[in-house]
C-alpha cells in the first residue's frame, strides 16, 4: 500500500465539485490541507539497532531479508488510521521500527524470537499493515530497539481437505491471494472485511476480525478449526478436532491476541464449494429503528442471508450523494438495508424468500437489485474516500461497537451525542455491520474539519466516545481490535481480574516482553 495512504494509488478518489461544495456549507472546509512531505522528504528518527544485531538477524532468516534503510522501515512505521496518516503527514522526525526482518518458516521465526529475547529487541508481527486502532505501532516497551517481523513469506496453501471442508494456509496469504488459492480448487473462505485486499490470514485470527460476509458465513474466529502459533516458549499446534471437551480451547488465547503472545503462522480453517448463484436485493426502511427492528426479526428467525446490513438516514443520504445512480434505481428515503444471497439455486431462492417477506412484513419496501450490487461494486472503497476527505481539509475517521439488541438504540444515541458534543459541527454517520440473534454491531463514521489540532481533536472525541460505548453497555471493539488506542478501556471491558489473566499468560509465553509492547494488555 502506499506509505502515508490507503491502498493502491491508482485507485485514489477525487472529491466532486458537488462534494466539496457539501463539505464548505456543512463543515467550513473551503480548501486543501497543508500537502505532506513526499517519501523521500520524511525524517525517521535514527534507527537503534546495532550493527551487530543486523548481522544476528540476518544469521536468522538470509541477509536479503532484513533492512535497516529507511524506505523499508518508512512502510512498516504505523496503521492506516486517520491519526496514523496525520503523522505521516508531518515533517517532524517520524517513528518507525529499527529494522525490517521477513522470516520465512517457523524455524526462522524461532529464531528470530530467541534472538531479540536475548538482546532486548521488541517484536511486531505485521501482516497486510492495516490496522487502524494503534496495533502497529513501533513500540519499545524499554527495550532497546524494535523490529517489524512482516510474515508476507509465509504464503503458501499447505492442504486442502475436501472431504472435511477444511484447508490449512499460511498466516502471511492476504484474503485476495488465499480466495484465487481456493477458487483454483472450487472453494472459497467468505471472508470479505472492508481491508480485505491488503489484510492477511494471520491478522484476521489476530485481530478477531469480521467480514461483510459474516451473517453466512460467520467471523473469522468462527471459522477458525486449527492454528500454528510461535511463542518465545515454544511452538503451540492447537485445534485437533472439530469439538472438544478436552478443558478451556487454548486457541481462544490467541485469536485476538494481537500479536502479544505469539506470531501465529498458519490457520485451519472452514471452506465451502464456490457459491453457485448470488442474488441481490436492497431495501427502503422509514426511520432507523424501524429498519434495525427488521434485521433483528430476519437474523432471529435465521432465514440466512449472507449479507445483511443497514444505514441510518444521515449515511443513506451520504451514500447517495457521493455515487451514481445505478441502473434507474428508485430514490432512496429514510433508511437503506442490503441484502446479498449465495450458496446453490434452490438455497437462494429458500432463503431469499423467506427474508424478503419478513423485511416486508417490518415494513420494508423493495428497492431491487441495483442499490445492492452498488455496494458490493464499491465495498472496499471508503478508505480511498477518507483519504480524499483528508487532502481536502476534513477529518474523517471510524469506530465501531456491538451491543445485545435492546441496548442498541441507547448506545447508538450515547456515542453519537459523545461524538457530536466533542467535535461541534460534526457529521456522525451509523450503520449496522453485522447482526447476531441477540444483538448487533455499530459502524460510526464521523466527518469535521481538521480545524488547528486534528490529532488532539480527534483523540478528546476517541475518548468521549469510548467512554459513552462503556457506559451504554456496549464492547470498546467489535471488529477492528485493541491495540493500543482502546487499550485504556480493557480493565473496563474484561475486569482487574480479567487483566491479571491475560498478564499471567503473557508473562508465561513471553517472559522477556518482547512481543508487540504497549498492545492489548493494560
Known amino acids: 500500500m502506499k506509505w502515508d495512504a490507503w491502498g493502491d494509488p491508482a485507485l485514489a478518489k477525487e472529491l466532486s465539485a458537488d462534494i466539496k461544495g457539501l463539505l464548505a456549507a456543512a463543515l467550513g472546509v473551503t480548501g486543501d490541507a497543508t500537502p505532506g512531505p513526499a517519501a523521500d522528504e520524511v525524517l525517521l528518527h535514527p534507527s537503534r539497532i546495532t550493527a551487530d544485531d543486523l548481522k544476528a538477524l540476518a544469521a536468522a532468516v538470509g541477509e536479503t531479508n532484513v533492512s535497516a534503510a529507511d524506505a523499508d522501515r518508512l512502510p512498516r512505521a504505523g496503521g492506516k488510521s486517520t491519526p496514523d496518516l ?84 499460511g498466516a502471511g496469504l492476504t484474503g485476495p491471494a488465499a480466495e484465487a488459492l481456493l ?11 472492508q481491508s480485505f485486499r491488503y489484510a492477511t490470514l494471520g491478522g484476521f485470527a489476530a485481530t478477531r476480525s469480521s467480514g461483510q460476509d ?98 441510518d438516514e444521515a449515511e443513506t443520504m451520504v451514500n447517495l450523494a457521493m455515487t451514481e445512480q445505478i441502473g434507474g434505481a428508485p430514490a432512496v428515503t429514510g433508511c437503506l438495508a442490503v441484502t446479498v444471497f449465495e450458496g446453490t439455486a434452490e438455497q437462494v431462492a429458500t432463503r431469499h424468500r423467506l427474508t424478503r417477506d419478513t423485511l416486508l412484513a417490518a415494513g420494508a419496501t423493495s428497492l431491487g437489485e441495483a442499490p445492492a450490487r452498488a455496494w458490493e461494486h464499491g465495498r472496499f472503497s471508503a478508505p480511498y474516500l477518507r483519504d480524499s476527505l483528508l487532502s481536502a481539509g476534513a477529518l474523517c475517521e471510524t469506530l465501531e461497537t456491538a451491543a445485545s439488541w435492546s441496548r442498541l438504540p441507547r448506545l447508538r444515541t450515547a456515542v453519537t451525542e459523545a461524538l457530536t458534543t466533542a467535535l461541534p459541527g460534526a457529521l456522525v454517520l451509523c450503520h449496522v455491520s453485522h447482526v447476531y440473534p441477540t444483538g448487533a454491531s455499530l459502524y460510526f463514521t464521523v466527518v469535521a474539519a481538521l480545524g488547528e489540532d486534528p490529532l488532539a481533536r480527534w483523540a478528546a472525541a476517541k475518548r468521549a466516545a469510548g467512554d459513552a460505548i462503556v457506559t451504554a453497555g456496549g464492547t470498546i471493539t467489535h471488529h477492528h481490535a485493541v491495540g493500543a488506542d482502546h487499550r485504556p478501556w480493557m480493565s473496563d471491558e474484561i475486569g482487574e481480574l480479567g487483566v491479571r489473566i491475560l498478564r499471567a499468560v503473557k508473562a508465561e509465553l513471553d517472559p522477556a516482553g518482547i512481543l508487540n509492547p504497549g498492545k492489548l494488555i493494560p
Not at 516497551?141 to 504464503?155: E, H, N, P, Q, Y
Not at 477458487?183 to 472485511?193: D, I, K, S, T
Not at 471459522?223 to 518465545?232: A, D, E, F, Q, S
Not at 471452506?271 to 433483528?296: C, M, N
Open 214 to 311: 459474516s451473517a453466512g458465513h460467520g467471523r473469522f474466529d468462527e471459522m477458525v478449526r486449527g492454528l500454528r502459533v510461535v511463542t518465545p516458549a515454544g511452538v503451540l499446534d492447537l485445534g485437533r478436532a472439530p469439538a472438544s471437551a478436552a478443558g478451556p480451547d487454548l486457541r481462544e488465547l490467541f485469536l485476538g491476541s494481537e500479536g502479544t503472545l505469539g506470531v501465529i503462522t498458519a490457520v485451519r480453517l472452514r471452506v465451502h464449494p464456490l457459491p453457485a448463484v448470488k442474488a441481490y436485493e436492497a431495501w427502503s426502511l422509514p426511520d432507523f429503528a424501524t429498519g434495525s427492528a427488521a434485521l433483528r426479526a430476519v437474523e432471529q428467525a435465521g432465514t440466512g442471508p449472507t449479507v445483511i446490513r443497514l444505514s
Open 86 to 169: 496525520l503523522r505521516r503527514r508531518s515533517r517532524a522526525p517520524q517513528d518507525a521500527p529499527d529494522a525490517v526482518v521477513l522470516p520465512g518458516d517457523e524455524q526462522e521465526i524461532a529464531a528470530v524470537l530467541a534472538l531479540c529475547a536475548e538482546r532486548r529487541i521488541a517484536v511486531v508481527p505485521f501482516g497486510g499493515g492495516t490496522s487502524v486502532v494503534g496495533g502497529l505501532d513501533p513500540e519499545r516497551g524499554g527495550l532497546t530497539a524494535v523490529i517489524s517481523l512482516d510474515l508476507r513469506r509465509l504464503d503458501r496453501l499447505h492442504d486442502l481437505d475436501e472431504t472435511s471442508g477444511e484447508a490449512v494456509l
Open 183 to 193: 477458487a483454483e480448487r472450487g472453494y472459497e473462505l467468505g471472508h470479505y472485511p
